[in-house]
């Protein structure tokens, strides 16, 4: 059974770092472009950011440029969020999601994306 695992979310003051990750068990994670999105109250799912199968490139939503970086490690069947500088705004349910369909690039919009986890919670107060 094909499953996607988020953990590292939390409660962060303004400014603070946290790193999620997303592990893959059941399938493994090589030739898989895979996205990070993120969901508010009565807000829609969006993307916060992508990284292609290759690894070599990704994409972030203007908000998070220079704050977040993604990452992955097909070694070990995981990909990351590194989320520094955090703002009230970045809280949210963050969500990985994995891309099986060979593309370009890896895709921005939730319904190209074929398996989730289940979400992790960050919260940014003070």
């Known amino acids: 059974q094909s499953q996607l695992v988020e953990s590292g979310g939390g409660l962060v003051q303004p400014g603070g770092s946290l790193r999620l990750s997303c592990a893959a068990s059941?399938?493994?994670?090589?030739?898989?472009?895979i996205g990070w999105f993120r969901q508010a109250p009565e807000k829609e799912r969006e993307e916060v950011a992508c990284?292609?199968?290759?690894?070599?490139?990704?994409q972030y939503a203007d908000s998070v440029k220079g704050r977040f970086t993604i990452s992955r490690d097909n070694a070990k069947d995981t990909a990351y969020l590194q989320m520094n500088n955090l703002k009230p705004e970045d809280t949210g349910t963050y969500y990985c999601?994995?891309?099986?369909?060979?593309?370009?690039?890896?895709?921005?919009?939730?319904?190209?994306?074929?398996?989730w986890g289940q979400g992790t919670q960050v919260t940014v107060s003070s």
């Open positions: 990284i292609a199968s290759s690894g070599g490139r990704t």
């Open positions: 999601a994995v891309d099986r369909v060979p593309r370009i690039d890896c895709a921005s919009n939730p319904w190209e994306y074929q398996t």
């Open positions: 059941g399938f493994v994670l090589d030739y898989s472009h």
